[in-house]
């Protein structure tokens, strides 16, 4: 088994770590900077799996992917940024909440998944007419995968 203990302590113990730890204020600004930058990720992420599932009646896929993309990689840069800062104000503690385990491997699940989606959404559908059903599967399960990072980040606060 890998141990990661030295690891999680070795950015527990960063300066910035610890500014973000004895500041009054830098945890609560990056809690709020993590909320925003959940809002600009998975807000367009549903709004384009809705479009795949047909629930939403916008023009096509393609148009949509291209107004709602950049702003999931402006929300994802936010929330990556801010977490890895909140990660490392008590890296130790993180690292054991399995909460924030199972987050981490929902986050990775949800990014095979929309790699997987663009790479088979490129080949056979165009974005325009009838979406095949196995994107329609893979849209539905992006909600549920993002869904459930949210509830996972959110029990960080309750599990020990």
């Given at each position: 088994?890998?141990?990661?203990?030295?690891?999680?302590?070795?950015?527990?113990?960063l300066?910035?770590?610890?500014?973000?730890?004895?500041?009054?204020?830098?945890?609560?600004?990056?809690?709020?900077?993590?909320?925003?930058?959940?809002?600009?990720?998975?807000g367009?992420?549903?709004?384009?799996?809705?479009?795949?599932?047909?629930?939403?009646?916008?023009?096509?896929?393609?148009?949509?992917?291209?107004?709602?993309?950049?702003?999931?990689?402006?929300?994802?840069?936010?929330?990556?940024?801010?977490?890895?800062?909140?990660?490392?104000?008590?890296?130790?503690?993180?690292?054991?909440?399995?909460a924030?385990?199972?987050?981490?491997?929902?986050?990775?699940?949800?990014?095979?998944?929309?790699?997987?989606?663009q790479?088979?959404?490129?080949?056979?559908?165009?974005?325009?007419?009838?979406?095949?059903?196995?994107?329609?599967?893979?849209?539905?399960?992006?909600?549920?995968?993002?869904?459930?990072?949210?509830?996972?980040?959110?029990?960080?606060?309750?599990?020990?």
């Amino acid at each position: 088994m890998i141990e990661f203990e030295p690891l999680l302590r070795a950015i527990h113990d960063l300066p910035l770590s610890e500014f973000v730890r004895g500041s009054v204020w830098a945890y609560p600004i990056l809690e709020m900077l993590h909320l925003v930058g959940l809002g600009l990720l998975f807000g367009p992420i549903v709004i384009f799996d809705l479009r795949i599932l047909g629930v939403i009646r916008i023009s096509g896929a393609a148009t949509v992917a291209s107004l709602l993309l950049p702003w999931v990689w402006i929300g994802f840069a936010i929330n990556a940024t801010s977490g890895l800062l909140l990660f490392g104000s008590d890296a130790l503690e993180f690292g054991d909440n399995p909460a924030f385990q199972v987050k981490m491997g929902l986050i990775f699940a949800s990014g095979l998944n929309a790699a997987i989606f663009q790479l088979r959404a490129q080949q056979p559908y165009d974005g325009v007419g009838p979406v095949p059903t196995s994107l329609r599967f893979q849209a539905a399960l992006s909600i549920i995968l993002w869904l459930s990072v949210i509830v996972a980040g959110r029990l960080i606060a309750y599990v020990a």
